[in-house]
C-alpha cells in the first residue's frame, strides 16, 4: 500500500549488491580448477586407452556434460526475452541472475569444439557421420539432404551466432543501463526480445534435434524440441533460485529480493516441473501408443540394460516428489524448500539427460552394456564445472541487481496476494 | 425497489469511505477490534485488503484437493473395470490394464472433479445460491459499483453493538453511516 523508506536510497549506493571480491575469487578458482582436472581426466582415460567403447564413453559424457552447462544458458535466455516481451515489473531485482547465466554461451561454443572436433578426426559420437555405418542405409539415405556433416555444421555455426548475438546485445543493454540510466534500453531490449523469442524457438528447436536426436539418427520425434525447452528453463530457473538463495546466506540483497520474489520462483519452478511431466510423458505416450518399430526403438533402449530404473526413477524424482513438495504455499515461500528442490531438481534434470544420451553410445549387441562409472561423472563434471566457475567470476564482476530499471519501484515493492 | 420495514430487526450497519487507503486503515482498526462478521465492498480491487482484514487463506483448495483424489482414482477404478474386468477389450495386443493408455482420461476426470469441487465449494462457503440480500434493500450500496468503499458489520457479529460499532466507523473516518434491515 505504501512505499516503504528503506528503498529511498539509491541502488547503486548499497554495499549490499556486489558479490565480495574475495570469496567469488576462490569459488571460481575452486570451481575451474575441478572443472580442468576433470577435463584433463577424461582425456587422459578416455582418449589414450585405446579402448574404442570407453573413447566413446568419455566423448558422451563429455557431451552431457555441456549439453547441462548449454541448458543453463539457453534456459536462462528464454526467461530474460519473456520477461522483457511481457514487461514484467515484479522481476527486476532477479532479471540480473537470468542475464549472467544467459551471457555464457559463447564459452559453451568452446566447450562445444571438442566434442566437433573428436568427432570429425576419430569416432564420431553422432553413427550417421560415419560413411561406413550409413552404407547402403535406407532410412538415412533419406535424412541425408539434412542430416550431412557440412550442413550440420554450418547449422551449429548459424545458432551460436545468433545466441551469442541475443545474449550479447541484451546483456549489453542492461549493463548500460547500470552506468547511462537510459530507461530506452529496456524498450530497445523489449524490441530486441520480440524476434529474438522466434529464433530463439527455432534455433533451439533444431540445436535439440541435432545434439541428442540424431544420436539415434532413425528415431525422430516432432516435440523433442519442446522436450528440450521444457527441461532446460526448469533447469535456470532453478540454478537462478539456488544462487539468488545462496547471495541471500552472504548477506547479499537480503531486504531486496524477499520471500515474495522466491515465491514467484518457487511457482515457476512448479510450473516447469508440470510441463516438463507433460511433455515426456506426452511424447512416451504417443510413441508407445502407435507403436512403430522405428519410433518405439528409442525407449526400447531406455528402458532395458537398467536404463528402465533410471526412467522410474526420473518419473519420480523429476515430478511426482517435486509436484508434492512445491504444491503447498508455504513450501514455495521458503528459502529452505526451495534451495533442496533446486539442487535436487538440477541433479535430477543432469541423470535425465545422461539417460538421453549414454545409452546410444554402446551397441547392446556387440558390448556388454555399460551403466554410468566413475568416468561418466568425471566427463560430465567437467565443462558444467568450468561453466559455474566462469559464472560465479561473471557474477561477481558488476552489480548484483540492474540499478536503473524503470520499473525496479514495482520489483522493490512486489507482494504475492494469491 | 421495496420501502424496507421500519419494524423489523437490524441486520446490520454500513459506512462509507471514499478512497482505497482510506477503507484499507479502516479495514485494519476492524481486524484489531476483533469483529468477525463484516466484510468490505470496492468497486476495485484492492492491493492486500485480505491482510487488512486478517483474513485467514481459503479453505476451497482442500475441497478441490477430495476433489482432485476422487476423480484421478474414480477414473482408474472406472478403466480398469470397464475395459479390464468387465468386458475386456484387446487394444493391439496392448495389456488389458496399461497405465499409459489410462493417462488421458485419469487426467481429465481429476480436472473436471478438481474444477466442480472448486466451484460447488466456493458457491456453499459463500452461502450461495440465494434469493436476496438485506443489503440490496439498500440504496447507498448501489454506489459500491461505481464511486465508494463501504464496510458492513453485521448484527449477527459478537462484538456488534449499535453504539459502539457505530462510533469505530466514524472514528475510522466512514461517512453515512447507516442500519440496514432484516429482508
Sequence with gaps: ?418 | MAEPRTDAPIWGMTAEYESPAAIYHAAERFRDAGYAKWDVYAPIPIHGIDQAMGLKPSKVGWFVAVGAIVGVSGGLLMQWFMNAFAYQINVAGKPLFAWEQFMPVTFELGILFSATMALLAMLTLNGLPRWNHPLFGHDRFLRVSDDRFMIVVESKDPKFDAEATRRLLEECGGTHIETVVEE
Design chain 1, 1 to 418: 500500500m505504501s512505499g516503504s523508506g528503506a528503498h529511498n536510497t539509491s541502488l547503486a549506493d548499497r554495499g549490499d549488491i556486489r558479490m565480495s571480491p574475495s570469496a567469488a575469487r576462490v569459488l571460481s578458482a575452486v570451481l575451474l580448477a575441478i572443472g580442468a582436472v576433470c577435463v584433463g581426466l577424461t582425456l587422459v582415460l578416455g582418449l589414450t586407452t585405446g579402448d574404442k567403447t570407453v573413447a566413446r564413453q568419455a566423448l558422451a559424457s563429455y557431451h552431457v556434460g555441456f549439453l547441462i552447462a548449454i541448458g543453463f544458458s539457453l534456459g536462462a535466455m528464454a526467461i530474460v526475452m519473456i520477461l522483457h516481451q511481457v514487461n514484467a515489473g515484479w522481476a527486476g531485482l532477479i532479471r540480473r541472475q537470468f542475464e549472467n547465466v544467459m551471457s555464457l554461451v559463447w564459452p559453451c561454443a568452446i566447450l562445444f569444439i571438442p566434442v566437433i572436433l573428436l568427432s570429425l578426426l576419430g569416432d564420431p559420437l553422432w553413427k550417421w557421420m560415419d560413411p561406413e555405418y550409413v552404407a547402403g542405409d535406407a532410412l538415412y539415405d533419406h535424412k541425408k539432404p539434412y542430416l550431412n556433416t557440412t550442413f550440420f555444421l554450418i547449422r551449429n555455426i548459424v545458432y551460436f551466432v545468433i545466441w551469442i548475438w541475443l545474449a550479447h546485445s541484451l546483456f549489453r543493454y542492461s549493463t548500460q543501463q547500470d552506468l547511462t540510466g537510459d530507461k530506452w534500453l529496456t524498450a530497445k531490449a523489449r524490441r530486441m526480445s520480440s524476434y529474438g523469442l522466434l529464433l530463439f524457438a527455432l534455433t533451439t528447436a533444431f540445436a535439440a534435434f541435432d545434439w541428442e536426436m540424431t544420436l539415434d539418427f532413425h528415431w525422430f520425434s516432432t516435440m523433442y524440441g519442446v522436450y528440450f525447452f521444457a527441461a532446460n528453463v526448469g533447469a535456470a530457473i532453478c540454478l537462478v533460485t539456488f544462487i539468488l538463495l545462496m547471495l541471500r546466506r552472504s548477506g547479499r540483497l537480503a531486504d531486496l529480493v524477499t520471500v515474495e520474489h522466491y515465491h514467484d520462483l518457487g511457482k515457476l519452478m512448479f510450473g516447469f516441473v508440470v510441463f516438463w511431466a507433460y511433455i515426456s510423458f506426452s511424447q512416451y505416450f504417443l510413441i508407445w501408443y502407435a507403436n512403430i518399430p522405428e519410433e518405439t526403438m528409442w525407449y526400447q533402449r531406455r528402458q532395458a540394460d537398467g536404463w528402465g530404473t533410471i526412467a522410474i526413477a526420473l518419473s519420480l524424482g523429476r515430478f511426482i516428489l517435486p509436484f508434492i513438495l512445491l504444491m503447498p504455499r508455504p513450501f514455495r515461500r521458503s528459502p529452505a524448500v526451495l534451495a533442496f528442490a533446486s539442487v535436487w531438481l538440477i541433479g535430477f534434470h543432469a541423470l535425465e539427460v545422461f539417460w538421453i544420451v549414454r545409452p546410444q553410445v554402446y551397441d547392446p549387441a556387440t558390448y556388454e552394456p555399460i551403466m554410468l562409472n566413475l568416468l561418466d561423472v568425471a566427463a560430465a563434471l567437467g565443462p558444467v564445472s568450468l561453466f559455474l566457475g566462469l559464472l560465479v567470476r561473471k557474477i561477481a564482476s558488476g552489480p548484483l541487481v540492474p540499478l536503473h530499471d524503470p520499473r525496479m519501484d514495482e520489483s522493490l515493492h512486489h507482494k504475492n496476494y494469491i
